[in-house]
Nanobody, 127 residues
Framework: QVQPVESGGGLVQAGGSLRLSCAAS????????MGWFRQAPGKEREFVAA????????YYADSVKGRFSISRDNAKNTVYLQMNSLKPEDTAVYYC????????????????????WGQGTQVTVSS
């Protein structure tokens, strides 16, 4: 199993950028699809981005497409979320999640498919 740990959150002005990192313990990181989700106060947790085991396939929510980019480095057991052109509506706690999937399977885009979750990192975008 893996244990994701997020970092890189903070306060940024609208239009700015942040890069979130998620380091996952365990020897089989490359066996997991990885996803980023976020949850704003009073709202449900929502999908942001996901990446396949080898990084060859990525998926994004429409609200972040063209602004956010997900990537992974399996040698470092780490997945990243580069966030550009941030908006106040991007303010949320961002969570990293891992799902054990067979090779070639697309990463899931729903919360209930993921097995392991980090504690989250706060991102606040001021207007």
């Amino acid at each position: 199993q893996v244990q994701p740990v997020e970092s890189g959150g903070g306060l940024v002005q609208a239009g700015g950028s942040l890069r979130l990192s998620c380091a996952a313990s365990g020897r089989t990181f490359s066996s997991y699809a990885m996803g980023w989700f976020r949850q704003a106060p009073g709202k449900e947790r929502e999908f942001v981005a996901a990446i396949s085991r080898n990084g060859g396939s990525t998926y994004y929510a429409d609200s972040v497409k063209g602004r956010f980019s997900i990537s992974r480095d399996n040698a470092k057991n780490t997945v990243y979320l580069q966030m550009n052109s941030l908006k106040p509506e991007d303010t949320a706690v961002y969570y990293c999640a891992a799902d054990l999937v067979p090779n070639g399977v697309s990463p899931p885009r729903v919360t209930w498919e993921y097995d392991y979750w980090g504690q989250g990192t706060q991102v606040t975008v001021s207007s």
